[in-house]
């Protein structure tokens, strides 16, 4: 339907795509139709307040110029027990994407040991927009950056106001942003706590940035706790050309810059 007042926007509602947001109800099916009609229609998705319980990845089309949008982190899209996946999907081929004010819960806890498991998985994702979402619990990767079909690199990203949370009793890495294949993006202004989940072996084990690409922008940003399984703060792994500026490392276990890369600043 029509949102008053903001005729260009769909919501997503019980009565038009079967997504309840009752946080009981699987809405796989109806947010998968609410995100597929505006994709079709060209329009912004609005979810209202409430929990929105996924099963599956719910598929950003590979269109240009749509946005989900929340009420705020009231509004929140949480993974099902057991369904061993990221909550929302890119194509490997998305671009100019905004997603925001909402919360995306990875529900680690209840995940297993199979797949990949987190809040976004970005790859392809190029000129996106993610602002002011609160990932939690995530037992992989809350978002993943990743490249597009066919090997090309995802750029130039931005990633603004979010914060990473609670996943230091994720049986996975735990991680809060992983850059690989997708580099010249800006990660300004998040706040990253208490992450890092007991799983991964080498640089993919606790760590609140994974940076594999080089080329990124890290600056004002908070990195708080994750003492339980020595979280580092970022890790620039085998890349080049990151900047890492103005940020506030308070309590991190681990590291809190790791280089194991060169021509950084």
């Given at each position: ?152 690199f995802g750029h ?64 004002d940003c908070n ?43």
């Amino acid at each position: 339907s029509q949102l008053p007042g903001h005729l260009d926007w769909l919501v997503a509602t019980a009565a038009e795509f079967g997504a309840t947001g009752d946080g009981a109800t699987d809405d796989t099916v109806g947010l998968q139709a609410a995100v597929n009609a505006a994709a079709t229609a060209g329009t912004a998705l609005y979810l209202p307040h409430g929990t929105y319980l996924v099963s599956s990845p719910i598929s950003i089309p590979a269109v240009q110029d749509i946005s989900v949008f929340g009420s705020g982190w009231g509004t929140a899209v949480k993974l099902a027990a057991g369904s061993d996946c990221f909550v929302f999907a890119m194509t490997a081929a998305d671009t100019r994407i905004t997603m925001r004010d909402l919360t995306i819960d990875g529900n680690c806890t209840e995940q297993g040991a199979t797949g990949t498991s987190g809040g976004i998985d970005g790859s392809g994702a190029v000129a996106c927009r993610f602002d002011n979402i609160h990932f939690i619990a995530c037992r992989d990767d809350a978002l993943y950056l990743g490249g597009m079909t066919g090997g090309a690199f995802g750029h130039n990203n931005r990633v603004v106001g979010c914060l990473f949370d609670q996943s230091m009793t994720s049986t996975g890495p735990g991680r809060g942003i992983q850059m690989n294949s997708n580099d010249e993006n800006q990660v300004i202004g998040c706040d990253f706590e208490f992450l890092g989940g007991s799983g991964g072996a080498t640089y993919e084990t606790a760590v609140c940035i994974l940076d594999r690409a080089g080329t990124q922008f890290i600056s004002d940003c908070n990195f708080v706790g994750g003492a339980v399984n020595g979280t580092k703060g970022v890790r620039l792994q085998d890349c080049s050309a990151t900047k890492i500026g103005g940020c506030n490392f308070d309590g991190t276990a681990g590291d809190s810059v790791f280089i194991a890369a060169t021509g950084n600043v």
